[in-house]
């Protein structure tokens, strides 16, 4: 997918700090857009965006049967929904603050490449 | 029209972006992606698996008698064999039905009778209770016992609902005391023996043990499996091993967890998990383990996983027989019945007998695999597999095969009665299939359609379907260069899946042809993303091959029922009887396994039959023998991508079907 490098150098100065935001658990507050959120009713699961979410939000995890989107970590932009076979992505406006939970497990995603834990998730109802 | 695989060079930066940024959803073609205001097929909270479990609650708790309660929560209101859920229990619970319900999957190893039937005392039993006692069903469909000794399920367990009391009488007391300390001894020495043979392995040997079982877990469909009260999944609950959502050397992991930990620190559930898995592991590739799934981890269990299965194999004439397990010191002199009657008294659970079992019957998998069908059966409520090996066709399926066939011959170049003519028939005249051919570019793609389209009518299929890769002609330019790296970076775009609809399929989805063809290119993309998943199971494990996700190529079919309970796509596409039959493509002399596949689905109605899976697996070998031939076109010289199967493609056949042919909605599919 070429269309997220595209947005890298864009991302990039406003989110090297994914660290920081896993540690204070907070949006960045210069962010103009919502967060987006992904419909499970209409997911199929496929893993494209969670591969294509740019390394400098890593936003996107899967959990359990679902793929879900952390609203903290996601800066609103569009590369998510470009690759979406099936247009389930959604503008969150009203988006709910993440468990306590679900950021013990983000946290050990701080400090490495998302490549590293995305590439080496496996699953599937084939 | 461009293939949606690359960025459109013939586009300027900016119209390629805005073209990207269409929506692929069928209905809304034209409009741009993200920009809908709120989902439109939205499924109730419950729907699937969880609504399964209220109704079967509610079904069991409305129940005339306790015995017909439990019939209803063992079988998930007649969803599930009853078997599956017995060997759910752990100890204490399967002791307890045993002695209040005379249900087990054993017919031995108990020390009290055997046989017997409902045993409660008090208001519904008759007598006073000297114990009153509960049952339930926790979320993750499991059939659950307050015994003596054990809290309210209330404060313990999940629960659907509340609970059903249960009398015990003091016979019911003292038969569960002793069966109880039976089973409780056994267990005892079985772990012990599995520490040993845990210990014989030593470090490395153990490594090597987990590090295979994390391959297994990440390179197969989820589990869910129970050692006592524990659960090991990698499927919809917390989960505890390596798999989607838990990375390898995840601290959740429990495989990965245990590996920095001395043996004698491994809990007794860790320990009969690790072995277990092992032993399934070893008598036929990862795959077996799915057929534990919602079982307990014991060595009793696999025990009878194993004997089952050598019955199986040895039902099939010729080679060499496995004999039963051989041991002369036994740890439980376990039998068990469930669906296997005919199993012996006699057979061992020591782990070291059971490893040679467990090989044994591996090495006659593949001595049988070639003379008989082996198919899986799918129990999709609790994704539990059970392996079988097929009978012969019938006549049922002669017709099935013959009706097929004169589908396919009236609208494609072959000649033939049988699947194995029309397949010698494109051998013998294969150019057509990258010439242009009806409404197709190419020959490879009209098959697929018209094959696809004859199976959805002769199964009566709500729908029929088919996926491959698009680009013959890049697949065979990287494996000439041997360029592994490139391979694994091909994403979902780079494969189809025909999807066709049956006439009637639309009564399904409210009777609306554009959530009909929604669905279409639903399940069409997720199929996409399966082959994604499976090609590069089938290449060497260089470190990009091993990096990237991927499942190990499926080589058998299977027949589903009741898979419309998890997977939110199964839910929303109603995917509740199918047959998957997945067929080997050789590609410049390298075999792809699970490349191609032909799937039927029902949404509701009867479940498919054997004899359908018969002739389904023939006409999927027809498909791979094309794609197979059509890869030797491309190999000498000729050009074979699969441009259609779009989602524009899928709206158009889906509105046709429906019987009124639409353009799609507002056509702003190019610049």
Known sequence: MPWAKNTTSKASAASTGRAERIEQRSRNENWKKA????????????????????????????RGLSVVIVPELCSGCPVCVMVCPVDCIYVDEQWTPTSDQMWDHIDLTAHIEPAAYIDLTAEGAA | ?????????????????AKARQSRRPSRLGQRAGAAAKPDYLVPGDAGFPGLLKRTWQQAAA??????????????????????????????DECALKVLFGKSWRKAGWATDPAGGWRTAGPTGGGKAAFLGEIGLNTSGRVVMRVPSKGPLSGEEDLVGGVLRVPWSAQALSDYQAELALATARSRDSVADCREWLAAAGESGRQEILENLREAARRTAPFVLYSGDRQYTNFRDQNTLTGKTLWPGHPDCALSSLATVPLELWSDSDVLMVVCL??????????????????????????????????????????????????????????????????????????AALNDLAEAIARRRQEIKAKVQLYREIHGPLMHKIERVAGAPTDDASQLEAELCARVRDRLPVSGDTIEELSASIETSPAWLAEPHGEFRTG??????????????????????????????????????????KIATWDTPHFFCCVVPGPQASRHFGGSSAHLADTSWSISARMQYNS???????????????????????????????????????????????????????????????????????????????????VAHRCSGFIAKATSLAAALVAGGADIEIAAFDTKWHWEKAQAIDGVPMPAPAEHYSD
């Open chain 2, 63 to 92: 129940a005339p008698d306790l015995p017909t309660a439990l019939d209803t929560l063992l079988t998930l209101a007649g969803h599930v064999p009853a078997d599956i859920q017995l060997r759910a229990l752990p100890i204490a």
């Open chain 2, 278 to 351: 092992t032993l399934l592991v070893r008598s036929a590739g990862f795959a077996r383990i799915e057929e534990a799934n919602g079982t307990q981890l014991t060595t009793d269990h696999v025990a009878h996983l194993l004997e089952r299965t050598r019955l199986a194999y040895n039902s099939v004439p010729g080679g060499q027989q496995v004999p039963p397990v051989g041991d002369t010191a036994p740890v439980g002199d376990t039998a068990p019945v469930g669906d296997t009657a005919s199993l012996g008294d006699t057979a061992s659970t020591r782990v």
């Open chain 2, 532 to 614: 994604w998943h499976f090609l590069v199971g089938n290449l060497p494990k260089v470190p990009e091959i091993a990096a990237r996700d991927y499942f190990v190529p499926p080589v058998i079919p299977d027949i589903a029922y009741y898979s419309d309970q998890h997977h939110h796509g199964h839910v929303a596409a109603k995917v509740r009887f199918s047959i998957r039959s997945p067929q080997a493509v050789e590609v410049l002399g390298r075999t792809f396994n699970g490349f191609v596949d032909l799937r039927l689905l029902r949404c509701e109605g009867l479940p498919f039959d054997e004899q359908d899976l018969l």
């Open chain 1, 35 to 62: 967060p987006r959120r992904i419909e499970t009713s209409e997911c199929i699961t496929c893993d494209l965006c969670l591969r294509n979410c740019p390394p400098e939000f890593g936003a996107i995890f899967d």
């Open chain 2, 1 to 17: 029209m461009t293939l949606p695989i690359e960025r459109d060079t013939a586009l300027s930066r900016k119209a390629a972006l």
């Open chain 2, 444 to 485: 490879l793609e009209s098959l697929l359609y018209e094959t696809v389209r004859a199976a959805a009518a002769t199964f009566d299929a709500d729908f029929a379907m088919s996926r491959g890769m698009r680009s013959l002609t890049a697949l065979v330019t990287a494996l000439r260069e041997q360029d592994w790296p």
